[in-house]
């Protein structure tokens, strides 16, 4: 197996060779960073315990609880296993990700605000002027500046999809 | 024998002949109608474009896809679904060979000749090739599917709840061991699916869990919203977070060169064909194992039997049609275990899995051996997909060079705008909206930690199916009920053995790698 590619840091990964055998990196700030997947594990594990509490049983045996609690407790368990392979071991460079940036953390953020007004406006006013509007506002703050690509994208996408789910699917929109 | 063979079909011994051929032209009819066609050609118009687009995963785009689907009939909506996971393993290939980059996780293998090949100015034949091989692969697999789904899912209607469960822990190990060696982690997001799943009314007793009060919870977490949030938002989400302001795009090759192989080179195309089927279809059959797989197994099978190794990595056409032929093929044997034994054969099938539930089609054992019909059916759209997206792959490739210059940015609005309106359209609910937002943050978190979302959801799909059949099995025969069954035991060991052998043959090799260093080291030492 000559090929190399690129993994995802930047890394050569060979084709067909278990990621697990590729070096680990030991480095304390990646070591940590997998906390919180771990944190992520137990909190869950523990929130479902909790949360099984409210469950009604119905006598003793194999209830409606069983088979929840059987899973917080795997993924407790899973966590604390999750420390040793990943926490005190090292951690394997396809895990690391690419790098975020500000500028699309803002990006992302803005997305959010602009999906959750479209959301909001379902029903309230026509489904081809939200769009419009919409998917306008989303080309800006993606840094989009070509006016073409303004006025036309915008345009066609609203008209595919009032025709798709209005006209076509009879979607109440 | 003879009298036999006379009166039934071999791949239908259940059935009188004439039974079994109504089967057959009943199965091929329901495709050859103009609506049916019309809906092929649109699942591939599509298909073609998200394999053409890196970062649009077939998983993405059917996951979208069923948004607007589940309004239709059910043969009509497989064909749009099936028919963009067909031409998305088409469309893929141009990406991988002309920068490098998979257009999705199936042509991963793709990249290893492919760039290579368009860096020496044989894009135009690498395509040609791909396109070749892949339509082999998939008429293979549809072999496989036509052969192998009734049998399959007559052997399986003998299970009963503790080889039913069995079978479940199989798939998701599968899957899980294969998750790219994150096995803590698979299990992990597994294990969430699985909790997701139990959301709603105990299937059992009825009982609500976990509904906090939520009246649309009541019925379960609706499974397509999660499926588009985790493919479709969280995936768009995490390009945005990662994307460079001043970075410019990736520029694709534009000198393609010849596009047809002379007569030497056929013969070799030939050959690594036969390999990448082979490889393809046996390889489709496990449940969870997925084209990805399958390009990497068929390419280093085809660097071992070639005459021409070194080439292998450098710009092999033989590694290169082994391994398109290889990724295509395993969709027969995906579609095959899916819908005989109700195990997703890989993520595109887990979400046609969510959809054909919503039909109020259950695949499973039950499935094939009541509709023989269906197999010929899905046998047809996936061989005209195939030579369709054929057709196109050989005549358009030159104008979806084009494509590969479009800005990312485009793509994130359109995704975005159809991941809203397609979820609001399931069910016309906004709650279903939001349930797709959170999965979409809950699958970048996923996407950013390591987590592999198939696991998710084939957790959530499969998840009643697991529950169910466990409880029935411990309350009516107990734990022993599991040791009676050697179906059961023989699903369990292939589980297990999926699990732990990768993570030791991996130690093994790591330890090996440690001793020949200290080994070189004390040469060294001492001369």
């Given at each position: 197996m000559a090929a190399e590619t690129p993994g995802p840091t930047g890394t050569a990964e060979r084709p067909g060779d278990h990621p697990e055998e590729l070096v680990l990196l030991k480095n304390l700030p990646y070591r940590l960073r997998e906390l919180i997947p771990v944190a992520a594990a137990i909190g869950l594990g523990l929130t479902v315990l909790v949360l099984v509490g409210d469950i009604t049983e119905r006598g003793?045996?194999?209830?409606?609880?069983?088979?929840?609690?059987?899973?917080?407790?795997?993924?407790?368990?899973?966590?604390?296993?999750?420390?040793?392979?990943?926490?005190?071991?090292?951690?394997?460079?396809?895990?690391?990700?690419?790098?975020?940036?500000?500028?699309?953390?803002?990006?992302?953020?803005?997305?959010?605000?602009?999906?959750?007004?479209?959301?909001?406006?379902?029903?309230?006013l026509q489904f081809w002027l939200i769009t419009l509007v919409a998917t306008f506002v989303l080309l800006v703050v993606y840094g989009i500046r070509s006016w073409k690509v303004l006025v036309f994208l915008p345009v066609i996408i609203g008209v595919i999809l009032h025709v798709l789910f209005i006209v076509l699917l009879k979607v109440p929109l | 024998m003879i009298p036999d063979l006379l009166t039934t079909l071999p791949l239908m011994p259940h059935l009188p002949l004439p039974v079994a051929a109504n089967a057959v032209t009943e199965g091929i009819g329901a495709v050859l109608q103009w609506d049916t066609l019309l809906y092929i050609g649109l699942g591939m118009l599509v298909g073609m474009l998200v394999g053409a687009f890196p970062g649009v995963t077939a998983?993405?785009?059917?996951?979208?896809?069923?948004?607007?689907?589940?309004?239709?009939?059910?043969?009509?909506?497989?064909?749009?679904?099936?028919?963009?996971?067909?031409?998305?393993?088409?469309?893929?290939?141009?990406?991988?060979?002309?920068?490098?980059?998979?257009?999705?996780?199936?042509?991963?293998?793709?990249?290893?000749?492919?760039?290579?090949l368009a860096k020496q100015g044989k894009a135009g034949l690498a395509m040609t090739a791909s396109a070749l091989g892949s339509a082999f692969g998939m008429v293979f697999g549809i072999i496989v599917l036509a052969l192998f789904g009734i049998p399959l899912a007559g052997f399986a209607?003998?299970?009963?709840?503790?080889?039913?469960?069995?079978?479940?822990?199989?798939?998701?190990?599968?899957?899980?061991?294969?998750?790219?060696?994150?096995?803590?982690?698979?299990?992990?997001?597994?294990?969430?699916?699985?909790?997701?799943?139990?959301?709603?009314?105990?299937?059992?007793?009825?009982?609500?869990?976990?509904?906090?009060?939520?009246?649309?919870?009541?019925?379960?977490?609706?499974?397509?919203?999660?499926?588009?949030?985790?493919?479709?938002?969280?995936?768009?989400?995490?390009?945005?977070?990662?994307?460079?302001?001043?970075?410019?795009?990736?520029?694709?090759?534009?000198?393609?060169?010849?596009?047809?192989?002379?007569?030497?080179?056929?013969?070799?195309?030939?050959?690594?064909?036969?390999?990448?089927?082979?490889?393809?279809?046996?390889?489709?059959?496990?449940?969870?194992?997925?084209?990805?797989?399958?390009?990497?197994?068929?390419?280093?099978?085809?660097?071992?039997?070639?005459?021409?190794?070194?080439?292998?990595?450098?710009?092999?056409?033989?590694?290169?049609?082994?391994?398109?032929?290889?990724?295509?093929?395993?969709?027969?044997?995906?579609?095959?275990?899916?819908?005989?034994?109700?195990?997703?054969?890989?993520?595109?099938?887990?979400?046609?899995?969510?959809?054909?539930?919503?039909?109020?089609?259950?695949?499973?054992?039950?499935?094939?051996?009541?509709?023989?019909?269906?197999?010929?059916?899905?046998?047809?759209?996936?061989?005209?997909?195939?030579?369709?997206?054929?057709?196109?792959?050989?005549?358009?490739?030159?104008?979806?060079?084009?494509?590969?210059?479009?800005?990312?940015?485009?793509?994130?609005?359109?995704?975005?705008?159809?991941?809203?309106?397609?979820?609001?359209?399931?069910?016309?609910?906004?709650?279903?909206?939001?349930?797709?937002?959170?999965?979409?943050?809950?699958?970048?978190?996923?996407?950013r930690f390591g987590f592999p979302a198939g696991p998710a959801v084939l957790g959530l799909i499969l998840g009643p199916l697991a529950e169910s059949n466990l409880r029935r099995t411990l309350i009516g025969g107990g734990p022993e009920s599991f040791l009676a069954s050697p179906i059961a035991l023989v699903l369990f060991a292939i589980s297990a053995a999926a699990l732990l052998l990768p993570p030791l043959r991996a130690m093994r090799l790591r330890r090996k790698r440690e001793l020949a260093g200290k080994d070189e080291g004390l040469s060294v030492l001492i001369p």
């Open positions: 003793t045996g194999i209830g409606p609880r069983f088979w929840p609690s059987m899973l917080a407790w795997g993924l407790i368990a899973l966590g604390v296993l999750l420390v040793f392979t990943n926490v005190l071991r090292g951690v394997r460079p396809s895990d690391i990700p690419d790098d975020m940036t500000w500028w699309g953390i803002g990006q992302m953020v803005l997305t959010g605000l602009v999906l959750v007004g479209y959301l909001l406006l379902f029903n309230v | 998983t993405m785009a059917v996951a979208l896809a069923s948004g607007f689907t589940l309004t239709m009939e059910p043969i009509q909506g497989l064909a749009v679904l099936l028919t963009i996971y067909v031409a998305a393993q088409f469309g893929d290939r141009v990406p991988s060979i002309l920068i490098n980059t998979p257009g999705t996780p199936a042509s991963i293998a793709t990249t290893f000749d492919g760039y290579p209607r003998q299970f009963g709840p503790p080889e039913m469960f069995a079978l479940v822990v199989f798939g998701l190990t599968m899957m899980i061991g294969v998750s790219s060696g994150r096995i803590f982690k698979g299990l992990i997001a597994g294990a969430f699916g699985l909790l997701l799943a139990t959301v709603g009314r105990d299937p059992i007793t009825g009982d609500q869990r976990f509904t906090l009060g939520i009246l649309e919870l009541n019925g379960g977490v609706p499974f397509i919203p999660v499926i588009i949030g985790l493919f479709g938002l969280a995936e768009v989400l995490n390009q945005m977070v990662t994307h460079q302001r001043h970075k410019s795009q990736d520029k694709p090759i534009n000198q393609l060169g010849a596009w047809w192989p002379g007569r030497e080179l056929s013969g070799r195309l030939f050959k690594s064909m036969g390999i990448g089927a082979g490889t393809g279809s046996v390889v489709g059959l496990v449940p969870a194992v997925g084209g990805d797989i399958a390009g990497i197994i068929s390419w280093d099978n085809a660097k071992r039997l070639s005459k021409h190794k070194e080439e292998f990595g450098k710009g092999s056409i033989e590694g290169l049609t082994a391994a398109d032929t290889s990724s295509t093929a395993t969709l027969g044997g995906s579609v095959t275990t899916t819908m005989a034994l109700g195990v997703p054969g890989d993520s595109v099938m887990a979400v046609l899995i969510g959809s054909m539930m919503i039909w109020g089609i259950q695949p499973g054992p039950a499935l094939f051996t009541n509709q023989p019909s269906l197999v010929y059916t899905l046998a047809m759209i996936l061989l005209v997909a195939t030579v369709l997206s054929l057709a196109l792959s050989l005549v358009r490739m030159k104008s979806m060079v084009k494509l590969l210059e479009l800005k990312n940015q485009y793509l994130w609005v359109i995704i975005l705008v159809f991941c809203m309106v397609g979820t609001y359209s399931i069910s016309n609910s906004v709650f279903d909206v939001f349930v797709m937002l959170i999965m979409g943050v809950i699958g970048l978190f996923m996407l």
